[in-house]
């Protein structure tokens, strides 16, 4: 089969098996498509299902959330990790509230040049908002493109210029955003980094990498999170996040707990410069 044979066996295996997301149904509007995919930066589906309704609920226009701090979106942010992500997310709110009327443009390069926003998100809002034929290449799709086309594992890194071109040459004439997500569902599902489930996929009678053995991609680095800065940062961001609305807390309260107080503290500075954490005359809020 060719390429456009292929996309269809993997957009009618999509129709049949697609995981019921709530951003991807046909009523999310196009600031639920940008909240989701803030949030699922680096953070596992899972996670994200309860936040982002909560966040809907809360701000369910850019503007809403624009109208508040933007301590309140790093409170309600949570656990979801890498909390500069809801202070960009508040930051591109409210360009988008002051110079496109509050609506989330669909333009990609209108969308790139929000804050937070880069090639991949970008791509991702254009394409699965407004249906834009854009190159949506994240990392189950780089896994997806790279196996079934390529026959080696997916690359470390950032996306390649030959990645690109790649994927750009997968993209159907039509259905083109239907196949982005496509693909993410069935690297998401089927062709997962660990454990891929090969019987089950739709096109591993034409994938390359499983016709060469599955050859082993470059070791991936093992990351940590306990003891490290982050996760310092997280405790003291966990404290002030229990505090209620508009109280401060003074240092010693958000960094005790904590094992290494130097640590701890270097932490809070770093918050404090990030403008995740401000000051005030009773101590440290967000």
Same mark, same amino acid.
Not at 94 to 113: K, M, W
Not at 121 to 132: D, K, L, R
Not at 266 to 284: F, I, K, M, P, W
């Given at each position: 089969?060719?390429?456009?044979?292929?996309?269809?066996?993997?957009?009618?295996?999509?129709?049949?098996?697609?995981?019921?997301?709530?951003?991807r149904?046909?009523d999310?509007?196009?600031?639920?498509?940008?909240?989701?995919?803030?949030?699922? /930066? /680096?953070?596992?589906?899972?996670r994200?299902? /309860?936040?982002?309704?909560?966040?809907?609920?809360?701000?369910? %226009?850019?503007?809403?959330?624009?109208?508040?701090?933007?301590?309140?979106?790093?409170?309600?942010?949570?656990?979801?990790?890498?909390?500069?992500?809801?202070?960009?997310?508040?930051?591109?709110a409210?360009?988008?509230?002051?110079?496109?009327?509050? +609506?989330?443009?669909?333009?990609?390069?209108?969308?790139?040049?929000l804050?937070?926003v880069?090639?991949?998100?970008?791509?991702?809002?254009?394409?699965?908002?407004?249906?834009?034929?854009?190159?949506?290449?994240?990392?189950?799709?780089?896994?997806?493109?790279?196996?079934?086309?390529?026959?080696?594992?997916?690359?470390?890194?950032?996306p %390649?210029?030959?990645e690109?071109?790649?994927?750009?040459?997968?993209?159907?004439?039509?259905?083109?955003?239907?196949w982005s997500?496509?693909?993410?569902?069935?690297?998401?599902?089927?062709?997962?980094?660990?454990?891929?489930?090969?019987?089950?996929?739709?096109?591993?009678t034409?994938?390359?990498?499983?016709?060469?053995?599955?050859?082993?991609?470059?070791?991936?680095?093992?990351?940590?999170?306990?003891?490290?800065d982050?996760?310092?940062r997280?405790?003291?961001?966990?404290?002030?996040r229990?505090?209620?609305?508009?109280?401060?807390?003074?240092?010693? %309260?958000?960094?005790?707990?904590?094992?290494? /107080?130097?640590?701890a503290?270097?932490?809070?500075?770093?918050?404090?410069?990030?403008?995740?954490? +401000?000051?005030?005359?009773?101590?440290?809020?967000?």
């Open positions: 089969m060719d390429r456009t044979e292929l996309a269809t066996v993997v957009i009618d295996w999509y129709h049949r098996h697609a995981r019921d997301l709530p951003w149904r046909a999310a509007s196009p600031w639920g498509v940008m909240v989701s995919e803030f949030m699922l /930066q /680096q953070t596992p589906v899972a994200v299902l /309860q936040p982002w309704q909560q966040w809907l609920v809360r701000w369910p %226009t850019p503007a809403a959330l624009a109208a508040e701090p933007v301590g309140e979106a790093v409170r309600a942010w949570g656990r979801l990790g890498y909390p500069r992500r809801a202070q960009r997310l508040h930051a591109a409210t360009v988008i509230t002051g110079r496109h009327g509050g +609506r989330v443009p669909s333009d990609p390069d209108e969308l790139r040049a804050p937070g880069g090639d991949y998100t970008a791509a991702a809002i254009a394409s699965f908002a407004y249906g834009a034929a854009e190159v949506v290449l994240d990392v189950n799709v780089r896994r997806v493109l790279a196996r079934l086309d390529g026959g080696a594992d997916a690359p470390l890194g950032a %390649t210029a030959a690109r071109r790649r994927a750009a040459a997968w993209l159907p004439e039509r259905h083109a955003a239907v997500v496509a693909a993410m569902e069935l690297g998401a599902q089927v062709c997962r980094s660990a454990r891929p489930d090969c019987p089950a996929c739709p096109v591993a034409s994938c390359r990498w499983l016709a060469a053995g599955r050859p082993p991609g470059p070791a991936r680095p093992r990351q940590l999170y306990a003891g490290t982050r996760a310092a997280g405790h003291v961001l966990a404290a002030l229990a505090l209620p609305t508009g109280r401060s807390a003074d240092a010693a %309260t958000l960094v005790g707990g904590w094992p290494d /107080q130097a640590q503290s270097a932490a809070l500075q770093s918050l404090l410069s990030d403008g995740l954490v +401000r000051t005030d005359r009773e101590g440290y809020t967000l």
